[in-house]
């Protein structure tokens, strides 16, 4: 079992769906990231959370520490929001622990 | 401060050349960490430092890939003798002691 695991693994919705993308871990954890990548493209760091919820625009990342479980919505999903969203978590090692990532796929 | 800067952004080599990528992260943090990301899959732990100091290295390291940190700032990753299977999506990430990481946006290396 992936010490990371997210789902779905891939996403096909349309434009101004709400969007649920879930990341489980098994690690003990100081904070969660939420990172994006669109194709071809670099990463781009999304969220870092460690307790409860962060909204940016139309992103909100919740986490529950006590189920090791975090969640990212997207709310009015819109065709540019297509990327791979990838859950990352630092393990006791010091070592960042990255999920396979969603990919997205919003129609307009 | 711009964050965790990588270059280049994208480098395509032939094979059997060298290449170096560069990073430089923000810089009050004293970790420093190489990933790589092949297509589809998550992004695996290469390296870390702490200051100029190499702490680990992954057995995905071979003896090709070498990483320094020479001066506890910036670092950079070397690969020589550059193979297909090498290319990849080398990202760097920094932090200090025990905040949160911040990722740079990544090296793509292309291979012909």
């Known amino acids: 079992k992936n010490e990371v695991e997210q789902s779905p693994q891939n996403l096909t919705a349309q434009e101004g769906e709400f969007i649920t993308i879930n990341c489980s871990y098994s690690?003990?954890?100081?904070?969660l990231h939420w990172l994006q990548q669109h194709p071809g493209g670099g990463i781009v760091s999304l969220f870092m959370?460690?307790?409860g919820k962060k909204k940016h625009g139309r992103l909100i990342a919740t986490i529950n520490i006590q189920e090791k479980h975090s969640s990212l919505h997207i709310t009015a999903s819109h065709p540019r929001d297509s990327a791979v969203y990838i859950c990352?978590?630092?393990?006791?090692?010091?070592?960042?622990?990255f999920g396979k990532g969603t990919r997205l796929h919003i129609l307009p | 401060d711009t964050g965790v800067s990588q270059n280049p952004r994208h480098k395509i080599t032939k094979r059997g050349q060298n290449v170096t990528f560069r990073c430089d992260p923000i810089?009050?943090?004293?970790?420093l960490y190489w990933y790589r990301q092949t297509l589809g899959q998550g992004p695996e732990f290469l390296t870390y430092f702490q200051n100029e100091a190499q702490l680990e290295k992954s057995r995905l390291l071979s003896d090709r890939f070498s990483a320094e940190r020479p001066k506890g700032s910036f670092s950079t990753l070397e690969i020589q003798r550059t193979e297909q299977g090498d290319s990849a999506m080398y990202l760097c990430a920094s932090r200090r002691d025990v905040y949160g990481y911040t990722f740079g946006s990544g090296t793509r290396l292309t291979v012909v």
């Open positions: 990352a978590v630092p393990n006791r090692d010091d070592k960042i622990i």
């Open positions: 690690v003990g954890i100081s904070a």
């Open positions: 959370l460690s307790s």
């Open positions: 810089s009050e943090h004293n970790r």
